[in-house]
C-alpha cells in the first residue's frame, strides 16, 4: 500500500501542475502590440541667403598718444615757478606756463651783452669815420690797409657778433620760462619748486590729447580683407577704412570711431604680423550717444573692428553651426539632415563668412549634436523664435513669477521676475483677460480679497521693521488659533493660499497649565501691572489677531510665541 502510495503521489502531483499549466496557459490574457513611434530629434536652424557684406576684421592693440615729447631743460638755475597742472595726469591748455627758472644770470649776460654791443657799435662808428676821411686824401698809396677798409670791415664783424651774442642771451633767457606747445596732459613730472636744473636734464614728459593712435596687429588673411595704405599714393588718394573701437568700464561697453592712416614700415621679426596704426580724433571728448563714456587714455586695451572689403555673395552663418573646421549641416525639405563642405572666407568671433557650399533658403544647423549622421530625421526650430528656455505651462499665470512666502527664519530676499521677460508679459495679459471676462459681482470680490492682502501685508511689513533680536522671544496669552477654514470667503484662490500660508506659520506653541514658562521669556499674565507694553509686542499681538479665525475660543489656555513673517514687498503694491 505504501509503495502504490510512493508511487501514484508523484504522479498525481505532476497531472495536476500540468493542468495548472494548461489553465493558466488558456486563460492568459491578451498582448497588445503597440506601435514603436521614434521622436526625431528636435535641432535649432536658421536660414541662409547670400548678401553683399563688408567683412570686418577682429583685432586688439594698446592706446598711444599720437604726439609725446620729453621735456628737457635748456638752461641751469632754481626753479620758480610750476603750474598747478604741471603733475602726472594733469591737463594743460597750449602756450600755458608749466616751469619758469629763475632767469637772473641770463638777465647779467645780457647785461654785458649790451655793453659789448655798445663797444663794438663806437670802433664801427670809428673806422667808419676813418676810412671816409682817408678817401678824401690823394695819394699814390691805394691798398686795402692804407684806406683803412680792412679795420671798418673788422669793426663791423665784431658789431655783428656783440648783435648776435644779445640776442643769444636774450634767447636763452626766454627759455626760462617752458610754456606747453599743444593742449595736452602731463605722463610724467619730474621738477619740484626750489629744485636746481642744468642744461639736458629731463623735467617731464607731456602728450597730446588732440589725437590717439592704436597699434593693431593684422595676420596675412586679415590683410587681405583690409584695404590698407601701403603705398605714398594710396595714402594720398585712397579712403581710409574706418575702425571701431571699444572698452569695457564699469560693466559698460564704449565705442570710439576712427580710421587706419597708416601701416608700419615692415613685418614684425617676432610674431610675423603687419602693424596698422588707427587714428582717433578727440579722444577725451564726451559723446552725448553715450552718456558716461570715459576717456580713451593713453595704455588702455581695446578691441578694433575694421571695417574691411566688400565682397558679393557672401553667407554669414553664425560660427556654432561649424564643424570639423569647414563643415555645416543642414536640413533638406523632407527634414533630414545633410552635410556640406563650405568654402570659408574668414571667421570671426561670432560669425563665419561662407563664399561656396551653401545655397539660398537653406536651413543651417545651429544644435550642437552628440550623434549625426547624414540622412538623419529631425525637427526643427527657428533659432529666433527662442530666445528664452521652454517652460511647462502653470496652472496659473501667478505660477510663473515664481512669488512665493519664505519662512521667518529663512531672512532670503524676494526674487523679482524680469519684467522685460516674455513669461511674464505673458502671465500679465493672461490675468488681464481673464479679470475683463468677469462679472461685476465677481470683479468687487477680487478688489475686496486683494485690499486684504494688501492690508495684511502692510500690517507684517510695519511689525518687521519694528522686528527685535531673534533671542528677544516674547510670549502672550492669546486665543487659541485654529486650523485654517475652507476658502468660502470669495477670495481668490491666490489670496486664499497666501492667508493659508500665513496662517500655516503662525501655529501656537501650545503649553499645559501645569508646565512653567520657559527661562527667558515672559508671558502677558506674568509681566508687572506698571510694565509698559512695547510698540513692537502690539504690532505683534495685532497681527496675531488678525491672522486668528473667528470663533475662537478665549477661554482655551496656553501660550504662543509671536514671530514676524518676512511678507514679499511686491504684494505691498499688488493692487497698483
Not at 556654432?320 to 563650405?342: F, M, P, T
Request: proline share 6%.
Amino acid at each position: 500500500m505504501n509503495r502504490a502510495l510512493k508511487i501514484a503521489l508523484p504522479v498525481m502531483a505532476i497531472i495536476v501542475a500540468v493542468l495548472v499549466s494548461i489553465i493558466l496557459f488558456s486563460s492568459r490574457p491578451e498582448v497588445e502590440h503597440k506601435e514603436l513611434h521614434i521622436k526625431a530629434p528636435l535641432v535649432t536652424v536658421t536660414t541662409v541667403q547670400a548678401e553683399s557684406l563688408s567683412i570686418p576684421v577682429f583685432t586688439r592693440g594698446t592706446v598711444t598718444p599720437g604726439t609725446e615729447i620729453q621735456l628737457i631743460s635748456e638752461v641751469s638755475g632754481q626753479v620758480l615757478e610750476l603750474s598747478p597742472h604741471f603733475a602726472n595726469g594733469g591737463f594743460f591748455r597750449k602756450d600755458e606756463v608749466l616751469v619758469r627758472v629763475d632767469p637772473v644770470e641770463y638777465e647779467v649776460n645780457i647785461k654785458r651783452a649790451e655793453a659789448s654791443k655798445a663797444q663794438a657799435y663806437q670802433v664801427k662808428l670809428q673806422a667808419e669815420a676813418e676810412k671816409k676821411a682817408r678817401s678824401r686824401i690823394k695819394s699814390t698809396n691805394s691798398s686795402q690797409l692804407a684806406n683803412y677798409e680792412v679795420q671798418y670791415l673788422q669793426a663791423k664783424a665784431q658789431y655783428d657778433a656783440a648783435v648776435a651774442e644779445l640776442e643769444a642771451v636774450k634767447l636763452q633767457k626766454a627759455r626760462t620760462t617752458i610754456r606747453a606747445p599743444f593742449d595736452g596732459r602731463v605722463r610724467i613730472a619730474a621738477l619740484n619748486i626750489g629744485q636746481y636744473v642744468r642744461p639736458g636734464q629731463q623735467m617731464g614728459a607731456i602728450y597730446a590729447v588732440d589725437v590717439a593712435e592704436v597699434r593693431l596687429p593684422l595676420s596675412d588673411r586679415q590683410l587681405s580683407l583690409v584695404d590698407v595704405p601701403t603705398r605714398f599714393q594710396d595714402s594720398v588718394d585712397k579712403e581710409f577704412p574706418t575702425v571701431t573701437l571699444s572698452e569695457t568700464f564699469a560693466g559698460r561697453t564704449y565705442t570710439w570711431k576712427g580710421e587706419v592712416v597708416r601701416a608700419e614700415g615692415g613685418v614684425d621679426e617676432r610674431n610675423r604680423l603687419l602693424y596698422v596704426v588707427a587714428r582717433v580724433n578727440d579722444p577725451y571728448g564726451a559723446d552725448p550717444n553715450q552718456p558716461g563714456r570715459p576717456e580713451l587714455v593713453a595704455g588702455s586695451f581695446v578691441e578694433a573692428t575694421i571695417d574691411g572689403r566688400k565682397f558679393d555673395g557672401i553667407y554669414q552663418v553664425p560660427r556654432k553651426a561649424l564643424r570639423n573646421g569647414a563643415q555645416i549641416w543642414v536640413v533638406s525639405d523632407d527634414n533630414r539632415l545633410k552635410e556640406k563642405e563650405v568654402a570659408i572666407i574668414y571667421k570671426s568671433k561670432d560669425h563665419v563668412y561662407v563664399s561656396s557650399g551653401l545655397q539660398d533658403g537653406e536651413q543651417v544647423v545651429l544644435s550642437q549634436m552628440d550623434i549625426a549622421v547624414d540622412g538623419m530625421k529631425v525637427r526643427t526650430q527657428r533659432s529666433e523664435d527662442f530666445n528664452y528656455e521652454t517652460q511647462p505651462e502653470q496652472n496659473t499665470a501667478f505660477d510663473d513669477l515664481n512669488v512665493s512666502v519664505p519662512p521667518a527664519t529663512t531672512g532670503k530676499e524676494i526674487n523679482i521676475p524680469d519684467l522685460n521677460d516674455p513669461r511674464v508679459k505673458k502671465a500679465a495679459e493672461q490675468a488681464k483677460a481673464h479679470y475683463d471676462g468677469l462679472s461685476q459681482q465677481q470683479k468687487a470680490q477680487v478688489e475686496s480679497s486683494v485690499e486684504g492682502v494688501v492690508e495684511q501685508a502692510k500690517n507684517l511689513q510695519q511689525a518687521i521693521t519694528q522686528k527685535k533680536p531673534e533671542s528677544d522671544v516674547v510670549e502672550a496669552e492669546p486665543e487659541t488659533v485654529a486650523p485654517p477654514v475652507e476658502n468660502d470667503t470669495g477670495m481668490s484662490p491666490f489670496a486664499a493660499q497666501l492667508e493659508a500660508d500665513i496662517a500655516s506659520q503662525q501655529k501656537p506653541e501650545q503649553e499645559t497649565p501645569e508646565q512653567p514658562a520657559a527661562s527667558g521669556q515672559q508671558t502677558a499674565d506674568q509681566q508687572e501691572p506698571d510694565q509698559p507694553v512695547s510698540e513692537q509686542v502690539q504690532a505683534e499681538q495685532a497681527t496675531a489677531e488678525q491672522s486668528a479665525p473667528e470663533g475662537t475660543s478665549d477661554s482655551s489656555p496656553g501660550k504662543i510665541t509671536i514671530s514676524t513673517v518676512a511678507a514679499p514687498e511686491p504684494l505691498v503694491e499688488a493692487r497698483q
